[in-house]
């Protein structure tokens, strides 16, 4: 199953409040509104449920890296992975919108040998990224989304 929608099919947003108004604004305004977060560039993904098989929306920050984009699993230094990354583990076919362009992309977990580059460019924008990851025993993800 993808994350790619058919017309009627509902995407279910964030039930996080703050979160699911920035999808909203970002949504309606095609990224005008939302796509620049506290500083930070913003994208929005939509995932499978890997239980539901529902589309699931959320807001992330993310980085470039040539062509593709780079998201953090952090969840605030968590304990547990947040759903959108276990989602897109399950499966990997996922849509991304970033400022007003929406398009089908795949999504995986960074190797070994990729994740201290795209950390550190990470960490640069969101310098918090070091402090969730010392916060918390699991190894926090580094997510690759490459345009399908």
Known sequence: MSATSQPEEKVF???THWVARHI???????GKKGHRWN???TLLLTTRG????????TALIYGRDTDRYIVVASRGGASHHPSWYLNLVEHPEVTIQ????TFAARARTANAKEKPGLWRLMSSIW???D???AKTE???PVVIIERR
């Open 24 to 30: 909203g604004d970002y949504v309606r305004t095609d």
């Open 39 to 41: 500083g930070a560039d």
């Open 127 to 129: 310098p918090d990224y």
């Open 131 to 133: 402090r969730y990851q």
């Open 13 to 15: 947003d964030s039930p």
């Open 138 to 140: 699991r190894d926090i």
């Open 98 to 101: 970033v400022g007003p362009e």
């Open 50 to 57: 890997r239980t539901s098989g529902k589309l699931r929306r």
